[in-house]
């Protein structure tokens, strides 16, 4: 695999709403943790190795068990997330696919069973976040293996 773009070929300045977009996330109040499963569920269905690699050392970091992260692609057959989390992954997967099936008014309302309408705009935002984060790794092939948890 050959990397087709690195950032520093990028234009200076290109990713700073990104980056600023992630800070504002990581202080919102947004459980860490969960907002790392929802990263790693997106990245899974957009196939973004990178992100998939760094958001596993990442959620690892946070605490989060080999056996969560392993079977999340399977979710909704296994006991290991709570209702809430569940309702996460849902909105997760209803956003990704938003072109295919829109957002349910189930799906919205069982996020909002459990979060404000500001934390349910949090949510989305950072599920828009890892969905533009997996479409530049995956166009640019940007070369998994090599993140270190805590460098962004």
Known sequence: MTQRIALQDANKGLLDGMMKTE???KKSGLDLKLQELVKYRVSQINHCAYCL???HKE???LGET???LYSLVAWRETPYYTDKERAVL???EAVT???QDGVSDEVYNNVAAFFTKAEIADLVVA???INAWNRLNVTFCTIPGGYEVGSI
Request: glycine share 0%; no cysteine; net charge negative.
């Open 97 to 99: 696919h938003i072109s």
């Open 127 to 129: 599920i828009a976040q």
């Open 59 to 61: 959620a690892v970091h």
């Open 66 to 68: 080999e056996q969560r």
């Open 90 to 92: 849902a909105l997760a």
């Open 23 to 25: 800070f504002y996330l």
């Open 53 to 55: 690699d760094m958001h």
